[in-house]
């Protein structure tokens, strides 16, 4: 399985599209890896997860081909996980597809796409996926568990397995709740994707995580026998406010087995 990183940062980018804070500034001089765009990663070049506002810019920089993508899975509907307009594009007369595109996700994510037209129907179908379900999509099964998120909407992280490796890929969450762990003892985990939003900084806010969860999750996925001795672990998702350089993440992380994404980077699996 491979997976490669489109984009890892949280709702503004690094730096962040209005931003001139320090670190912003820093991640502008220093470029390359600490320059993030939205959120997204693609598995095999067959299955997408969420289509954030950034998707033209993935499109231009990897030489993606979506013409040909028939399976997007959508996590949640912040904006910079779902560009819902984006999708409008779809239609015949901007687009030519042989294929439509299904997307994958929550009731609540379907009745957010309610509004769309008729017409973009017959190439966006909609499935509704049930949580600690497991669905064949393509060659592999995809389960959504229960991201703790939203109050006001059913948010999913999803794991994906080819057969032969499983993956976890955890945007946008807080700390597990009690279903997720409940289900989570009874997997067993190749990879281990984490949101980091907050990475160095302490902030009180519960729907996200931070550099110190992550080692807690780790902890814990280890302890249940969730993650074994070889799970690869990697951080993605981070907002600027938590100081996301990538050297400054790196010096953390790689004493604690943890890999830092990056824009542009692919995970072998
Ligand atoms: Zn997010
Ligand atoms: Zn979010």
Not at 10 to 23: D, K, N
Not at 124 to 146: G, H, R, S
Not at 174 to 192: F, H, I, P, Q, S
């Amino acid at each position: 399985m491979k997976v490669l990183f489109l984009g890892t940062a949280a709702a503004e980018g690094v730096p962040g599209l209005f931003c001139g804070c320090e670190v912003c500034r820093i991640a502008r001089q220093r470029g390359g890896k600490n320059l993030r765009t939205r959120s997204s990663i693609f598995i095999d070049n067959t299955l997408k997860i969420d289509l954030p506002p950034d998707t033209l810019h993935h499109v231009l920089s990897y030489g993606l081909d979506l013409s040909r993508l028939q399976h997007l899975l959508i996590t949640h509907t912040h904006e910079d996980h779902l560009a819902l307009h984006e999708l409008g594009y779809l239609v015949p007369g901007f687009a030519y597809r042989e294929q439509p595109l299904t997307a994958y996700g929550s009731e609540d994510f379907a009745r957010t796409l309610g509004e769309i037209s008729e017409q973009m129907r017959q190439w966006l179908q909609v499935k509704v996926l049930q949580p600690f379900a497991p669905y064949e999509i393509d060659n592999y099964t995809v389960i959504p568990v229960l991201a703790y998120h939203r109050a006001d909407e059913r948010c999913y992280n999803y794991i994906v397995s080819d057969g032969s490796r499983t993956l976890l890929y955890m945007c946008d969450t807080g700390w597990y709740r009690e279903a997720t762990w409940r289900y989570l003892a009874g997997v067993r985990l190749d990879a281990v994707i984490a949101e980091c939003t907050k990475a160095f900084l302490e902030a009180p806010y519960d729907t996200h995580l931070g550099l110190s969860d992550v080692l807690k999750l780790k902890e814990r996925l280890l302890a249940m026998g969730t993650a074994h001795a070889d799970t690869r672990w990697a951080v993605t998702h981070f907002s600027h406010n938590g100081r996301p350089l990538q050297e400054e993440l790196e010096a953390f992380c790689h004493p604690h087995g943890i890999e830092v994404a990056y824009d542009g980077w692919e995970m072998a699996l």
